[in-house]
C-alpha cells in the first residue's frame, strides 16, 4: 500500500522568503501526486498534481512543485511566500490499484510580516 | 460555477441523536468523497461513490455511520446514535472520472466541510 510522509508538522517563514514543503512517498511505480492546500474553515483546494512527464509542475498561486523519482519526494516550492500563503498544506498519493487517495498528514506554514 | 455544497456548515448536537450532513456535488462529476478530519487522525477517507454506487466503504468507522447517494447531485451521511468521538470536520469532495480512468488520477474538488460537535 501507498503512503505519504510530510516531515515538517508545522514551518515559520518571513514574508518574502523562499519555501519548500517536503513530501515523500511510498509506492512501487510512479503514483499520481497531487498538493492541496487549505485555509481556516475552508476545504481543500488543488494547487497542482503530476500524472508523468515534465518533473517539473507549475501549480496556482505562484507555487511549483519537483518530482523526484530516486528520492521517492515531491516537495512543493515558492520562490516568494505572501502572507495570504499561511495555511495547511497536503500532500496526496494516487493509487491506481486502490482506486483513490492518500493524504499526508500535513504541514502548517506561518508566515511572519 | 458553483463548487461542492455542504450542509450544514456548523452541527452542534447531543450525544444519541441522529446527524444528517448532506453534499451536493459539482455538476457533472460521477464521483462523490465523504472525509473525515481531525487533529489526532488527520483526514481520513470514510467511503466513495462511483455512478451513485458505493464502491469502497472501508473507511466507515462503525455501524453507525451510513451514506447514500440516490442520485448524481446528492448524497447524505448519516450518524445515528451520534458520540462524542464523532466530533470532526466533515468534507465532501467531487470529481469526474472517466470511462477508463481510475479514481485516483483524477483532481477532486472540497466543499467547505461541516464542523460537528457532539456534546
Known amino acids: 500500500a501507498q503512503s505519504v510522509t510530510q516531515p515538517d508538522i508545522h514551518i515559520t517563514v518571513s514574508e518574502g522568503a523562499s519555501l519548500e514543503l517536503r513530501c515523500n512517498y511510498s509506492y512501487g511505480a510512479t503514483p499520481y501526486l497531487f498538493w492541496y492546500v487549505q485555509s481556516p474553515g475552508q476545504g481543500l483546494q488543488l494547487l497542482l498534481k503530476?500524472?508523468?512527464?515534465?518533473?517539473l509542475v507549475q501549480g496556482i498561486k505562484g507555487f511549483e512543485a519537483e518530482f523526484k523519482r530516486s528520492q521517492s519526494s515531491f516537495n512543493l516550492r515558492k520562490p516568494s511566500v505572501h502572507w495570504s500563503d499561511a495555511a495547511e498544506y497536503f500532500c496526496?498519493?494516487?493509487?491506481?490499484?486502490?482506486?483513490?487517495?492518500?493524504f499526508g498528514s500535513g504541514t502548517r506554514l506561518q508566515v511572519q510580516p | 460555477d458553483a463548487g461542492v455544497i455542504q450542509s450544514p456548515r456548523h452541527e452542534v448536537t447531543e450525544m444519541g441523536q441522529e446527524v444528517t450532513l448532506r453534499c451536493k456535488p459539482i455538476s457533472g462529476h460521477n464521483s462523490l468523497f465523504w472525509y473525515r478530519q481531525t487533529m489526532m487522525r488527520g483526514l481520513e477517507l470514510l467511503i466513495y461513490?462511483?455512478?451513485?454506487?458505493?464502491?469502497?466503504d472501508s473507511g466507515m468507522p462503525e455501524d453507525r455511520f451510513s451514506a447514500k447517494m440516490p442520485n448524481a447531485s446528492f448524497s447524505t451521511l448519516k450518524i445515528q446514535p451520534s458520540e462524542p468521538r464523532d466530533s470532526a470536520v466533515y468534507f465532501c469532495a467531487s470529481s469526474f472520472t472517466g470511462l477508463t480512468g481510475g479514481y485516483s488520477n483524477q483532481p477532486q474538488h472540497f466543499g467547505d466541510g461541516t464542523r460537528l460537535s457532539i456534546l
Open positions: 503530476y500524472f508523468s512527464g515534465d518533473t
Open positions: 461513490f462511483n455512478n451513485n454506487v458505493p464502491i469502497d
Open positions: 496526496a498519493v494516487g493509487d491506481p490499484g486502490r482506486r483513490a487517495l492518500t
